[in-house]
T-cell receptor
Framework: AQSVTQLGSHVSVSEGALVLLRCNYS??????LFWYVQYPNQGLQLLLK??????LVKGINGFEAEFKKSETSFHLTKPSAHMSDAAEYFC?????????FGTGTRLTIIP | EAGVVQSPRYKIIEKKQPVAFWCNPISGHNTLYWYLQNLGQGPELLIRYENEEAVDDSQLPKDRFSAERLKGVDSTLKIQPAELGDSAVYLC?????????????FGPGTRLTVL
């Protein structure tokens, strides 16, 4: 069985500031981990994924995440926030063919 | 390449009425998923199809929900009768079986409001 915990349902950062969205997971098997972004009234879009290999993964729109097995974490970061980053972000873990999502973090960018 | 298409985008019905959602996956994708997304929550899997076969429907409330995927392409999700608690966004996703990882591509969803 697997589960995902996203700390902070709402995060606000100033434009140009560091974005840090937290995700901790639980998995009974080596995990595949994902971050998705959802803009208003749209479906989910894959930002990045970790399957095997390098623990620091880079995704689209300047986002990256680091898989830390010892901390069971997969936090999402971006060095400098843009207004266009305002959206809902979901962390997910894959077990078999099933994706289990966290409850999401709404990111607000302050001009 | 066209993405996953869903219709309608929005639906408002009264409780106890039936409702149906349609999904057209990305061409060539043989795996299709229906997810339920409640307000402020992440998506939860309702059913997964491999071609025409429903291989995981353990989370589908079968007393009122049904789904079909005729010919292994388009899919329809039905609720009959709808209840107030069914108000949510219903997402469809598809993926292609290839390699060790098959990315799921999501449609825009159908937002259902039950009055």
């Amino acid at each position: 069985a697997q589960s995902v915990t996203q700390l902070g349902s709402h995060v606000s950062v100033s434009e140009g500031a560091l974005v840090l969205l937290r995700c901790n997971y639980s998995s009974s098997v080596p995990p595949y981990l994902f971050w998705y972004v959802q803009y208003p009234n749209q479906g989910l879009q894959l930002l990045l994924k970790y399957t095997t290999g390098a623990t620091l993964v880079k995704g689209i729109n300047g986002f990256e995440a680091e898989f830390k097995k010892s901390e069971t974490s997969f936090h999402l970061t971006k060095p400098s926030a843009h207004m266009s980053d305002a959206a809902e972000y979901f962390c997910a873990v894959r077990g078999g063919e099933k994706l289990t999502f966290g409850t999401g973090t709404r990111l607000t960018i302050i001009p | 390449e066209a993405g996953v298409v869903q219709s309608p985008r929005y639906k408002i019905i009264e409780k106890k009425q039936p409702v149906a959602f349609w999904c057209n996956p990305i061409s060539g994708h043989n795996t299709l998923y229906w997810y339920l997304q409640n307000l402020g929550q992440g998506p939860e899997l309702l059913i997964r199809y491999e071609n025409e076969e429903a291989v995981d429907d353990s989370q589908l409330p079968k007393d009122r929900f049904s789904a079909e995927r005729l010919k292994g392409v388009d899919s329809t999700l039905k609720i009959q009768p709808a209840e107030l608690g069914d108000s949510a966004v219903y997402l469809c996703a598809s993926s292609s079986i290839s390699g060790t990882y098959n990315e799921q591509f999501f449609g825009p969803g159908t937002r259902l409001t039950v009055l």
